[in-house]
């Protein structure tokens, strides 16, 4: 399973990517899927399910917070967390 | 050719800002347009000229630094952002057309700070006097014409006791004299990637202090598609469309190379050059050269009048014998109406990093050849 965490920007997104690398956690910048894409075009940092708690807590230290955890299931379905 | 003329563009640059726009045309496409390679690639290029360019000018956020087409670009942003027809805006006696001319387009009530050419306790004395009850005000670095430096620190420092938003136009200083954004606390700094930062013709720069900003253009940013107005976050407010992503590989290279050399050291060679150029002339009847007399308040731009010729046929002399230089007015009538040579015009000599000592003599020793 992975997490998309949802920036309002692709700068966002891959400013947060960059972050998470330096604390070690690998992110992966894409764009967001159409299904959750509710205000058109947005990019996400992907990372693995287990890096999700930690990954946030870094990247809302560096005051990038995520607009939207969404969990994506190996069958591709989205889950939006929180 | 000696090329003297670097304050209007930095014709002479880095080759690895020629390899950085090849490259980028052959393995880049735009950013924010898809998640391929290509799009990444450039989105990846596109940010590490932010990083690199808010390090350079200590911008705390990278998302502050926004690209435009020009340092004229980024001004009519700044003021269409800050000014509304009627404010009274305060501006120095030494602006470009770049901050005159959009103050009068916007129907700006423009107040000039004049002061004598070097004088920077005057100039503040001007401002001081200028700012109570100003909506904005704009203050360029150095003067395009005559390379001195302008007191702007301590202009930003009445700006903010006032709280009158300052525009700072960082055209001639952006990679030679040092601009430290986040300390000067002014709204705007505008300036072009083509000269001092060494990138390509195309590229520019505005800092933003904050994102109440006004969009010049409107259009698609790859982001919140399904909204009608513009996003309302930096840097996608103020860049809509594609960006020029062979400028901005261009220009990240030309910062990189000003990272290495440093811009102290690029101000010291420049200061040098016009040192020993001006040397050479100095003690010959028939020329005015206006030169700082506290060479800290010049950078390596150098206006001069030869008496007996009009400045464009100077300067048309002086292309014949292969020095490529600047005459006339350099689109700054308000500068050569405070210094006194609006009607003569001066013949300007922009030194670079890439000129040498050699050049600077023999630039000299064809002027000597025009008495």
Redo the contacts between chains.
């Keep these: 399973m992975q997490y998309l965490l949802t920036f309002r920007s692709l700068t966002y997104a891959q400013r947060a990517a960059r972050v998470l690398e330096r604390a070690g956690v690998t992110g992966t910048v894409s764009r967001v899927p159409k299904a959750a894409a509710a205000k058109g075009c947005a990019y996400c940092v992907i990372v693995a399910a287990r890096h999700r708690d930690w990954a946030v807590s870094i990247l809302t230290g560096a005051g990038l917070v995520p607009e939207r955890v969404i969990l994506r299931h190996p069958d591709g379905t989205l889950e939006v967390s929180e | 050719m000696i090329y003297l003329d670097s304050a209007a563009t930095s014709f002479l640059k880095p080759a690895s800002v020629r390899y950085a726009v090849s490259e980028a045309m052959r393995t880049m496409s735009s ?2 347009r ?2 391929y390679e290509s799009a ?1 690639r450039a ?2 290029t596109v ?1 590490d000229c ?1 990083v690199a360019l808010a390090d350079l000018f200590c911008v705390r956020d ?2 502050q630094v926004v690209f435009t087409s020009s340092a004229t670009h980024g001004l009519n942003i700044a003021i269409r952002s800050l000014v509304r027809p009627g404010d009274r805006v305060v501006i120095s006696g030494y602006e470009h057309n770049a901050v005159w001319r959009p103050l009068h387009g916007v129907g700006a009530d423009i107040a000039v700070a004049r002061a004598p050419l070097f004088a920077p306790d005057a100039m503040v004395r001007a401002f001081r006097e200028l700012l109570p009850g100003a909506k904005a005000a704009v203050c360029t670095q150095v003067s395009n014409v005559f390379g001195y430096i302008l007191p702007v620190e301590r202009i930003a420092d009445l700006c903010r006791e006032q709280g009158v938003p300052l525009i700072v136009d960082a055209s001639q200083s952006a990679g030679t004299v040092g601009l430290d954004f986040d300390r000067l606390g002014c709204a705007f700094a505008a300036m072009p990637g083509h000269k001092g930062l060494l990138g390509p013709q195309g590229t520019g720069v505005l800092l933003c202090r904050d994102e109440d900003v006004t969009p010049l253009f409107y259009g698609g ?7 009608a107005a513009m ?1 309302e ?1 930096l ?2 407010r103020l860049e809509p469309g594609t960006h020029n992503v062979p400028g901005v590989a261009g220009l990240l290279a030309g910062v990189k190379w000003l990272e290495r050399r440093t811009c102290p050291a690029v101000l010291a060679h420049e200061r040098e050059l016009l040192e020993l150029f001006s040397r050479r002339l100095e003690q010959e009847k028939g020329l005015r050269l206006f030169r700082a007399a506290d060479p800290a308040l010049q950078t390596g731009v150098l206006s001069v009048q030869i008496d007996a010729l009009d400045c464009e046929e100077a300067a048309a002399r002086l292309g014949e014998k292969g020095v490529a230089v600047r005459a006339g007015l350099h689109c700054a009538p308000l500068a050569h109406e405070t210094a006194g040579t609006l009607e003569e015009g001066t013949v300007r000599f922009s030194f670079s990093p890439f000129n040498t000592e050699r050049e600077a003599m023999a630039a000299a020793d064809a002027v000597l050849e025009l008495l």
Aim: charge should be neutral; avoid cysteine; glycine fraction near 18%.
């Design positions: 950013p924010g898809g998640g990444m989105a990846d940010l932010r990278p998302a940013t790859g982001s919140l598609s399904r909204q996003p976050f840097p996608d």
